[in-house]
């Protein structure tokens, strides 16, 4: 089935831009999301990107797409400690349904 | 709009016995999904329920199971419960479930003693 790998953890001070990365193996994924999991709750979706497209930007976040290297990156500007959270990337490939892949999950600390 | 709303948030058992989760979706959503969230094994697919019937379903033993219910609510059932099926147990709706966002509720934590 499909892997999808990320870093555990990833440490930067407030203000600072942060970049949570992510690698997936079905190269036929037609669309891949980000998730935010705050402690004690569930996701919450922050963002997704279709597979025919390298970059898409929403406010702070910057998703980059490189279906080559299937590499997903999430970029967070002006990071701040309410940033502070795991993320998870997630993989839907085709003839799966509705199954989503998740990532191991990147732990987000903001050092103010 | 009311987000997806599980319950019950908290529920602790024993061995050998059975739990029964509860999950509302969006209103108008007839998609629901489970995972199993655990530190171990992180985010895996449970099953996928859609007009009552069951579409998709991940690699958990048939201990595991659910049902939607007409008004797109679903539960999901695990019975002889094991030590390792202490979790975190999120549902997730979207409209028709293809290749859209999915809203995830806060989740049911169930500890097994």
């Known amino acids: 089935g499909e892997d999808v790998e990320q870093s555990l953890f990833l440490s930067v001070r407030e203000g600072d831009s942060s970049v949570i990365n992510c690698t997936y193996t079905?190269?036929?994924?037609?669309?891949l999301y980000w998730y935010k999991q705050e402690p004690g709750a569930g996701l919450q979706l922050l963002t997704y990107?279709?597979?025919?497209?390298d970059m898409k930007q929403d406010q702070r976040l910057t998703v980059l797409l490189n279906k080559k290297d299937k590499h997903l990156s999430l970029r967070i500007a002006d990071t701040q400690t309410g940033d502070s959270a795991i993320y998870f990337c997630?993989?839907?490939?085709?003839?799966?349904?509705?199954?989503?892949?998740f990532g191991t999950g990147t732990s987000l600390t903001v050092i103010p | 709009k009311a987000g997806v709303t599980q319950t019950p948030r908290y529920l602790i058992k024993t061995r050998g016995q059975q739990v029964t989760l509860s999950c509302s979706p969006i209103?108008?959503?007839?998609?629901v999904s489970w995972y199993q969230q655990t530190p171990g094994q992180g985010l895996q697919f449970l099953f996928e329920?859609?007009?009552?019937?069951?579409?998709n379903k991940g690699n958990f033993p048939g201990r595991f199971s659910g049902r939607q219910f007409s008004n797109s609510r679903s539960e999901m059932n695990v019975s002889t419960l094991e030590l390792g099926d202490s979790a975190l147990y999120l549902c997730?709706?979207?409209?028709?479930?293809?290749?859209?966002?999915?809203?995830f509720g806060p989740g049911t934590r169930l500890t097994v003693l």
């Open positions: 997730a709706s979207s409209f028709t479930g293809y290749a859209e966002e999915q809203f």
């Open positions: 079905d190269s036929s994924s037609t669309y």
């Open positions: 990107i279709f597979s025919n497209m």
């Open positions: 997630a993989d839907l490939p085709p003839n799966t349904g509705n199954q989503f892949y």
């Open positions: 209103s108008g959503h007839r998609s």
């Open positions: 329920y859609f007009s009552e019937t069951q579409r």
